[in-house]
Nanobody, 126 residues
């Protein structure tokens, strides 16, 4: 079974940057992709980005394309989310999770993911 621990959240001004980390432990070879999701107060959880275990395939939500970059370091069993040009609407709790699928699909649907971490808070505000 996989376990994830997210870190790197915090308070940042609009236009600023943060790098989130999702550290995996357990059966780290038993997933096809890792996804980042976020949930703002009063809103449903939404997919932000996902990456295949090899790092060769990525997908992004339209709202973050050109601003966020996902990457994976398999030597550290860690997936990163570099977030640049942050906006107030990026404020949310950010979670990572593993794809249920045996093969990479690029899905950003939360129902397609399991083994959720506890999340890390990102607040973009002046």
């Amino acid at each position: 079974q996989l376990q994830f621990v997210e870190s790197g959240g915090g308070l940042v001004q609009p236009g600023g940057s943060l790098r989130l980390a999702c550290a995996a432990s357990g059966s780290t070879l038993d997933y096809s992709a890792i996804g980042w999701f976020r949930q703002a107060p009063g809103k449903e959880r939404e997919g932000v980005s996902c990456i295949s275990r090899t790092g060769g395939w990525t997908n992004y939500a339209n709202s973050v394309k050109g601003r966020f970059t996902i990457s994976i370091d398999n030597t550290k069993n860690t997936v990163y989310l570099q977030m640049n040009n942050l906006k107030p609407e990026d404020t949310a709790i950010y979670y990572c999770a593993a794809s249920r699928s045996r093969y990479y699909s690029g899905s950003l649907q939360s129902n397609d993911y399991v083994y959720w971490g506890q999340g890390t808070q990102v607040t973009v505000s002046t």
